[in-house]
């Protein structure tokens, strides 16, 4: 098999998600027997569930939407191992797809279900403040308010969330003013006005769900971090919100006069699939395509229909922003987003060296972890989780005690000999003595605050990684209030957690959720598979 380029296979998995249902309905196909589909696709999709319930039962066709890793899925698209556990993808796009002439082998008939376009949501009244309700309003505005910090957002990570790239392609597109599909060239700019854009971003999150969840509970006060402005995000995923009625202020949608990406969601059937696979394909897409199914998918998910006329347009006409058309193109553009253009990071890894981490070589695990995120992984999804050019990244061993920290800057246009030495850092990693989790915390957390007080403009973020109990010092309590007394410029920073070997399950838990960050579980999956992900986070 020939391998994707990185950046095509960023792109083409940009919309795999992390969780899945798996509807099921009495209905019979022609066999008499319900046929179910085994679709690799978002987890977005997820609020379908009851649509594709009742599909079921009209249709005898069952769907089992099947999670899948970001760069996993790209992989299996395009080298035809999807085809062997799957009949069928639903991504937001097939737009990425095309990036790779391989993957169009692998498909055959799409059929475009419903739409969404990834726009701007801000708090009604800094939407009025600024301006924005009532008339045109372009992304050079938003990019110039953004800079002139009128407003703060957030934003999925480009690399793991179809939306996050969208917004990317659509400011960058936008604020080029090209007229027509980005170059490498123009995707490599480091144009002020791009610049400015991105410093506004305060929240990340590696999937839209997080990040939709982190901005209720700031906006709330929930959590402990400072309230956001706005989210870049799907249409129908703000107007959710709007409609939950959670908020303590709506959201005002802002649609970019000069041009959003829109997701199209093409239900694709995988090409090779059997006659019976086809005419099931065939049956659920008609059904699903109907006035009246069109017309809940409106109403339940607040997406657009893919059939003109049997709901109303939730706002006047867009301008579709044109997508880009080369790899090359992507990489340039992701690769500029991380090291140039998005504020940089700080994040403190707290790394249980005790001496249970010798059993069955988990602090061989560890060491691997970081020296793959360091540089050593050649693998699709390791190209984009790697320390990044102007990242500050400390190491913070503990057992019995908290050990002494090491701190490295990544440098923007030569990472590679400090990733280096964060890899030797992490090879010196020795276990032995007891655990001392909250202590360990504590001790991350008066050193965020040096850090933030010397270099105030960084997403700030802890890692704590344990693979057992709290055996030592502080204990959950103690650490409840401590973070209590935290001054503000800590109570935003949060602590992911991960999940390996005998720790606490409820313990990690508790601090996630007192510190708005979130678990990671390592215990079935490979630790350095978890650190990449917690990297979308960070």
Known sequence: MRRLTVAGAVVVALLAGCTSGSPAGPGAGPSGEPVTLRVLAGSELADLGPVLDEAAAATGVRVALDPVGTLDGAEAVVSGAAGADHDAIWFSSNRYLALQPEAQARLGTATDIMSSPVVLGLRSSVAERLGWVGRPVTWAEIAAAAGAEQFTYGMTDPSASNSGFSAVVAVATALVGAGSALTAPQAASTAPALRDFFAAQTLAAGSSGF?????????????????????????????????????????????????????????????????????????????????????????????????????????????????????????????????????????????????????????????????????????????????????????????????????????????????????????????????????????????AERQIAADPDRFTSIVLMTDGENTSGADIAAFRAYVGSLPAQLRGVPVFCVLFGESSTAEMEEVAELTGGRTFDARTVPLAEVFQEIRGYV
Not at 223 to 232: A, H, N, S
Not at 324 to 338: H, I, N
């Open 211 to 447: 990040l939709q969840d982190a901005y209720v509970r700031r906006a709330t006060g929930a959590d402990p971090g400072e309230p956001v402005d706005g989210l870049i995000n799907y249409e129908s995923v703000l107007l959710a919100m709007n409609a939950a009625g959670d908020l303590p202020e709506p959201l005002e949608l802002i649609y970019p006069a000069d041009g959003v990406i829109t997701a199209d969601y093409p239900f694709t059937v995988l090409a090779g699939a059997s006659e019976e696979v086809r005419d099931a394909y065939r049956r659920l897409t008609e059904y699903l395509r109907t006035p009246d199914v069109q017309r809940t998918i409106a109403n339940r998910t607040h997406r657009r229909p893919a059939v003109p006329g049997v709901a109303p347009a939730p706002s006047s006409a867009l301008v579709e922003l044109p997508f880009p058309g080369q790899a090359d193109v992507v990489d340039a553009l992701l690769t500029s987003y991380f090291d140039k253009l998005r504020r940089p990071s700080r994040t403190v890894y707290v790394l249980d060296t005790s001496g249970s981490m010798e059993r069955e070589d988990r602090i061989g695990a560890l060491r691997r972890s970081l020296a793959g995120l360091a540089g050593a992984d050649p693998s699709l999804t390791a190209q984009y989780r790697r320390f990044r050019g102007r990242e500050e990244v400390t190491l913070l061993p503990f057992n019995s005690l908290a050990g002494n920290p090491q701190t490295f800057t990544v440098a923007e246009d030569d990472p590679g000999p400090d990733r280096q030495r964060i890899a030797d850092a992490g090879a010196a990693l020795q276990a032995g003595g007891d655990t001392a989790i909250y202590d360990s915390l504590e001790s991350a957390y008066r050193l």
